[in-house]
């Protein structure tokens, strides 16, 4: 099994940013993939990007290209999320998820683990 510990989120104004990591453990040679997704108030869950497990691929969704940064520390297990310039609309839940099928899913259903959500909120 992998467990995965989100933490950085918290409430930041318009203009600001937040680092969010997820501290991974347990088998983490099954990963091969890893991403964040979201949850805004009343939506349901959202892709926001992914890397390979060597770090070498990321991708991201629309409306966070330019803004946010996806990377990871493989001595550490750690993945993390620079957020620059966050908007109201980033407002949500933000969950850490790995998959050992492969990289690049940008499905939620995709992922064989995740944690417990770190919340995001950002003032107008």
């Known amino acids: 099994q992998v467990q995965l510990v989100e933490s950085g989120g918290g409430l930041v104004q318009a203009g600001g940013s937040l680092t969010l990591s997820c501290a991974a453990s347990?088998?983490?040679?099954?990963?091969?993939?890893m991403g964040w997704f979201r949850q805004p108030p009343g939506k349901e869950r959202e892709f926001v990007a992914v890397?390979?497990?060597?770090?070498?691929?990321?991708n991201y969704t629309d409306s966070v290209k330019g803004r946010f940064t996806i990377s990871k520390d493989n001595a550490k297990n750690t993945l993390y999320l620079q957020m620059n310039s966050l908007k109201p609309e980033d407002t949500a839940v933000y969950y850490c998820?790995?998959?050992?099928?492969?990289?690049?899913?940008?499905?939620?259903?995709?992922?064989?683990?995740w944690g417990q959500g770190t919340q995001v909120a950002v003032s107008s």
């Open positions: 998820a790995a998959t050992g099928r492969g990289y690049g899913y940008i499905g939620a259903s995709a992922y064989d683990y």
């Open positions: 347990g088998r983490t040679s099954r990963i091969f993939g």
């Open positions: 890397i390979s497990r060597s770090g070498g691929y990321t």
